[in-house]
């Protein structure tokens, strides 16, 4: 047990140096940047897809679907309210959570994805977000990401992180994750049974998106971005031989192929995002 914990503290101080030193050495200097430009802080840069964060994802293919100036900040610095990423700074105010962060854009830059959408399709896409947001990604990229002991080591060397740091993330952060989606009530099922409440929630979507271009229609919506957050995730960010993705692989075609229609359309420098 002992030694346990110092291996622990150790990597606990590792990963606070690390922070310090890749702040200290990339993002010393933050640059001002011009009025009405959004400043995204984000995490580093994954080696499979531009971010393994569904949130980042989202944010981030948002704002390139509504044409609105950002740039980003890798520098791994979270909000201070909220204590999340990703969050924005524009025209010197500091936003948190991507849903408050795209109403409050929406309103600035005078945008509306959701302008076309009926009533009834609004609600859909209300109802639709939720689900992916408050439970399919617990049950899709958050709980697979930790469930077994190869499969952190897969997370680390996907998200860029230094191997050193696999004992904070075996042990505390795991830990953490587990004990987290038990209060949300979803840990408490089997892993096979998470992994049934993941499939029911992406049948739905791929039911509602049909053969259709995007989940509403011929235009992009708020709904998309989210979704194409959630789902990237599950095919490019999860462990390849996970059992999820591959069913998603197998099962969902037209999500396979909504989620390369909104990279080609909207992230066409999707392999230079990407670590080589």
């Known amino acids: 047990m002992l030694s346990l914990i110092v291996l622990i503290l150790v990597s606990t101080v590792s990963i606070l140096l690390f922070l310090k030193a890749y702040r200290n ?81 929406n309103k600035v830059f005078h945008v509306d994805l959701d302008k076309n959408l009926c009533d009834d399709d609004k609600a859909k896409s209300h109802a639709l977000k939720r689900m992916l947001e408050e439970n399919t990604r617990w049950a899709s990229i ?60 992406l ?7 049909g053969s259709k271009k995007y989940i509403f229609g011929e235009q992009p919506s708020t709904i998309d971005a989210a979704a194409f957050g959630i789902i990237s995730n599950i095919i490019y960010g999860n462990p390849p031989e996970s059992s999820l993705t591959l069913y998603v692989k197998n099962n969902f075609q037209n999500l396979i192929s909504y989620v390369e229609r909104i990279k080609e359309n909207f992230w066409p420098d999707w392999e230079q995002r990407c670590v080589h």
Request: with cysteine.
């Open 142 to 201: 958050t709980g697979v990401r930790f469930q077994k002991a190869e499969y952190i080591s897969h997370t680390l060397k996907a998200a860029n992180l230094p191997s050193y740091l696999y004992l904070l993330f075996r042990y505390v952060l795991a830990g953490k994750v587990h004990k987290d989606m038990y209060k949300h009530g979803i840990g408490r099922h089997s892993n096979e049974e998470i992994q049934s409440i993941a499939i029911e929630d």
């Open 25 to 105: 050495n990339k993002h010393g200097n933050i640059e001002p940047i011009a009025k009405n430009v959004v400043r995204l802080y984000q995490f580093t840069a994954c080696r499979p897809m531009p971010s393994c964060s569904p949130f980042v994802m989202k944010l981030e293919t948002y704002l390139r679907m509504a044409d609105i100036k950002y740039c980003n900040d890798f520098s791994m610095k979270f909000g201070k309210r909220k204590a999340k990423i990703p969050w924005i700074e524009l025209n010197g105010e500091a936003i948190e959570d991507t849903s408050f962060i795209i109403d409050h854009l």
């Open 203 to 209: 049948k739905a979507v791929s039911a509602v998106l």
